[in-house]
């Protein structure tokens, strides 16, 4: 996987990966990290193309999903912290 271009933004960091013929969005905030893989092909030929997707609205649903995503991580910290007994529920699928 390599590095083929960025997307400024003041409050992430948001990178555009290549590698088998798929683009990667990887977009960081602090230690939390999420990733978008677009495949190549009809309207997604080159960095451009994954440039033009990253749209306000996209950029307004990290916000959403950082947030959740900074809840869950202190709440798991809060039961590390406070040595409650953890209990691990398996989803149904």
Known sequence: MRIVGEFPHP???I???H???????????????????LREGEGIQGVDDVKKRIS???LKSLDRI?????DELLA????ENDN??????TGII
Request: no cysteine; hydrophobic share 35%; net charge positive.
């Open 11 to 13: 409050k992430y960091k």
């Open 15 to 17: 990178t555009i990966l």
């Open 19 to 37: 590698h088998n013929s798929k683009f990667t969005i990887q977009v960081e905030s602090g230690s939390l990290t999420q990733s978008y893989i």
């Open 56 to 58: 306000s609205t996209f």
């Open 66 to 70: 950082f947030l959740n995503m900074s």
């Open 76 to 79: 798991l910290l809060k039961d």
């Open 84 to 89: 409650e007994k953890t209990t691990f529920v």
